[in-house]
């Protein structure tokens, strides 16, 4: 007697692989790469920005340049959604239609973040701001997080040096003078370079004063 039976092999298919497939279905440029995808808004902005969605198994690249999210096996609803450290960590459990509208909401902040830094870093060049001294990272990252987060700017300045004395391993006194180096670097290199910049004589701006009105010009073109 022949056995006409078949024994089909159930396969698994790989969740990275169903989110990228709905992610271009929706209009996205996704691309598998092994254990991970990318994916950004379409292909012409892929190099700019995009969000890489990790296998939980996968050990991400400290030099890592892109939004980190990585899809877990948690199942505690308490547990489906954690951001901790810069990275986004979303349960398999959430389901695909869920996940995929995070990532669209994550891969849209992302946007404005990109948005926020390129600004900060074309004014500070067109300002003549030195980019090899200290201050001048201390400058960018302080009115980037002027631009995110305005009560942190308003309340206190030295809430703001606080938060980038501990983003680059530094004190408070290190950051506020080494901006403050920045500004009269700038200042008597070309003094007339903050009044072009603004549109009115401004002369030497204090370190709150100049976060304040770069970040506030930023705003202006991200929101």
Same mark, same amino acid.
């Given at each position: 007697m ?5 024994n089909i092999?159930?396969t698994?298919?790989?969740?990275l ?7 271009s279905?929706?209009?996205y ?7 991970y995808?990318?994916i ?6 892929y190099e ?9 198994s ?31 960590y ?10 995929c ?5 994550h891969?849209?902040r992302s946007d404005k973040?990109t948005?926020?830094s ?7 060049? /067109?300002l003549?701001?030195?980019?090899n001294?200290k201050?001048? /990272? ?6 980037e997080?002027?631009?995110k ?9 030295m ?6 004395a501990e ?10 003078r ?6 009269e670097?700038i ?8 009044e ?8 030497k701006?204090?370190?709150s /004063?100049?976060?304040?009105l770069?970040? /506030?010009?930023?705003?202006?073109l991200v929101?």
């Amino acid at each position: 007697m022949i056995n006409t039976k078949t024994n089909i092999a159930t396969t698994t298919i790989n969740p990275l692989i169903k989110i990228a497939s709905r992610m271009s279905e929706l209009g996205y440029y996704a691309v598998s790469q092994g254990n991970y995808i990318k994916i950004s808004y379409n292909i012409r902005e892929y190099e700019n920005y995009c969000i890489t969605l990790y296998d939980s198994s996968t050990n991400i690249d400290s030099c890592c340049t892109t939004t980190p999210v990585i899809l877990t096996d948690r199942s505690d609803p308490n547990r489906y959604i954690i951001e901790k450290d810069g990275i986004l960590y979303l349960s398999k459990y959430l389901g695909e239609d869920c996940i995929c509208e995070l990532l669209k909401y994550h891969l849209k902040r992302s946007d404005k973040d990109t948005q926020i830094s390129k600004y900060a870093t074309k004014f500070l060049l /067109e300002l003549g701001a030195p980019a090899n001294l200290k201050g001048y /990272e201390y400058l960018k990252i302080s009115i980037e997080l002027a631009v995110k987060n305005e009560n942190l700017f308003r309340k206190e300045i030295m809430n703001l040096y606080a938060e980038v004395a501990e983003r680059c391993n530094t004190n408070v006194r290190c950051v506020e003078r080494s901006i403050r180096t920045v500004i009269e670097t700038i200042y008597y290199t070309n003094s007339k370079r903050f009044e072009n910049f603004f549109g009115y004589p401004i002369g030497k701006p204090r370190n709150s /004063e100049l976060i304040g009105l770069i970040s /506030e010009k930023i705003r202006l073109l991200v929101e």
